[in-house]
């Protein structure tokens, strides 16, 4: 049993989580108010624009750490098939495009371009995808670096909307 130093109960160490910094190894509040306190923070935060941006350049820089470290997550190849059948549901149009690009490739019909940005090998990237075969070539990374910029502009827009 301990007890939680800011509801004052005594509770069963299941009822608090781990940190191996902590003495009993647990942390001193318990999972209610480490819940609670972490929802009260986020709400706070995620109406302030520059936090929402820069908690996922944050994000950004973590995985691409991680990724150079070798240390990404490996994903079973049940749960990579599983994930991809979800994408492909979830989004039949642009599943569709990528196939016709894909085929018109193979077939000759169109051809693969450096990336307009830097002139590096590139990956074909959609505005519409109703149009599949009207693409833009972007290598991997500005390819991403795109998506990111066009998600923080819709994040802007979406935050700039709730406080009107």
């Not at 939680?4 to 942390?27: I, S, V």
């Not at 750490?65 to 979830?90: A, D, H, I």
């Amino acid at each position: 049993m301990k007890e939680c130093f800011k509801c004052k109960r005594h509770l069963p160490l299941e009822d608090y989580y781990k940190h191996p910094q902590m003495g009993d190894g647990h942390l001193n509040k318990c999972k209610d108010c480490t819940k609670s306190d972490s929802e009260k923070r986020r709400k706070i935060k995620e109406k302030d624009p520059e936090w929402v941006l820069s908690e996922r350049n944050r994000h950004r820089e973590k995985t691409r750490r991680y990724v150079q470290q070798g240390r990404q997550s490996k994903l079973s190849s049940s749960k990579k098939l599983e994930c991809t059948k979800k994408y492909r549901n979830e989004n039949p149009e642009k599943y569709a495009a990528h196939g016709i690009v894909a085929r018109a490739l193979r077939s000759g019909k169109i051809n693969r371009h450096p990336c307009c940005i830097c002139g590096s090998k590139a990956q074909a990237h959609h505005e519409d995808y109703s149009k599949p075969l009207d693409v833009i070539w972007f290598c991997p990374k500005h390819h991403n670096e795109h998506h990111a910029k066009k998600r923080d502009k819709e994040i802007m827009k979406s935050l700039n909307q709730e406080t009107i």
